[in-house]
C-alpha cells in the first residue's frame, strides 16, 4: 500500500491544483444588448475616416496644402488624430459643400431670375406695366 501512496500524493497534489485552475477564479463574462445605432455609428465612424484619407490623398489636395504652407503628412496625421465624432461631422460638412463653391454667374443668373419672376408676377397683378406679353386685370 505504501508505494501507491508515495505515487498518489504527488499526482493528486499536481490534479489539485489543475482542478483549481481549471474551475478557479475566472473573469465575469459581461454581455450586454448593442444597440443598432452603436454598430452604424461605428461603421460611419470608419467610413468618415477613409473619406478623408481619400481627400487627403488626392494630389490637388496635397497641392494646396503646399501652397499654404501646410505640410500634407502633418495634415494627415492631425486628421488621424481627429476624435470619433469630430470625423464624422468633418465628412459630412465636407458632403454638404458645394462641388465647384458659389460662382459669381451662378449667383448673378439667381438673382436676375428672382428680379424676373417678381416683375412678372406685379405685371400680372397689373402693379406695373413692364412686360408686353402680359395682360393687364381690369
Same mark, same amino acid.
Given at each position: 500500500?505504501?508505494?501507491?501512496?508515495?505515487?498518489?500524493?504527488?499526482?493528486?497534489?499536481?490534479?489539485?491544483?489543475?482542478?483549481?485552475?481549471?474551475?478557479?477564479?475566472?473573469?465575469?463574462?459581461?454581455?450586454?444588448?448593442?444597440?443598432?445605432?452603436?454598430?452604424?455609428?461605428?461603421?460611419?465612424? +470608419?467610413?468618415? =475616416?477613409?473619406?478623408?484619407?481619400?481627400?487627403?490623398?488626392? +494630389?490637388?489636395?496635397?497641392?494646396?496644402?503646399?501652397?499654404?504652407?501646410?505640410?500634407?503628412? +502633418?495634415?494627415?496625421?492631425?486628421?488621424?488624430?481627429?476624435?470619433?465624432?469630430?470625423?464624422?461631422?468633418?465628412? +459630412?460638412?465636407?458632403? =454638404?459643400?458645394?462641388?465647384?463653391?458659389?460662382?459669381?454667374?451662378? !449667383?448673378? !443668373?439667381?438673382? !436676375?431670375?428672382?428680379?424676373?419672376?417678381?416683375?412678372?408676377?406685379?405685371?400680372?397683378?397689373?402693379?406695373?406695366?413692364?412686360?408686353?406679353?402680359?395682360?393687364?386685370? =381690369?
Amino acid at each position: 500500500m505504501k508505494p501507491i501512496l508515495r505515487i498518489a500524493r504527488p499526482v493528486s497534489l499536481v490534479l489539485a491544483v489543475y482542478a483549481f485552475f481549471l474551475y478557479g477564479p475566472q473573469p465575469a463574462a459581461l454581455a450586454a444588448l448593442v444597440a443598432t445605432d452603436d454598430v452604424l455609428a461605428a461603421g460611419r465612424v +470608419e467610413e468618415a =475616416r477613409g473619406r478623408l484619407r481619400a481627400l487627403l490623398a488626392q +494630389e490637388e489636395i496635397r497641392a494646396a496644402l503646399e501652397r499654404q504652407g501646410i505640410d500634407p503628412a +502633418e495634415a494627415a496625421a492631425r486628421a488621424e488624430a481627429l476624435s470619433d465624432a469630430e470625423a464624422v461631422r468633418f465628412a +459630412e460638412t465636407i458632403d =454638404r459643400l458645394p462641388a465647384g463653391g458659389a460662382s459669381a454667374l451662378g !449667383i448673378l !443668373i439667381g438673382a !436676375i431670375l428672382i428680379v424676373f419672376i417678381v416683375l412678372l408676377i406685379t405685371d400680372i397683378l397689373g402693379y406695373t406695366h413692364v412686360f408686353p406679353f402680359t395682360r393687364r386685370a =381690369r
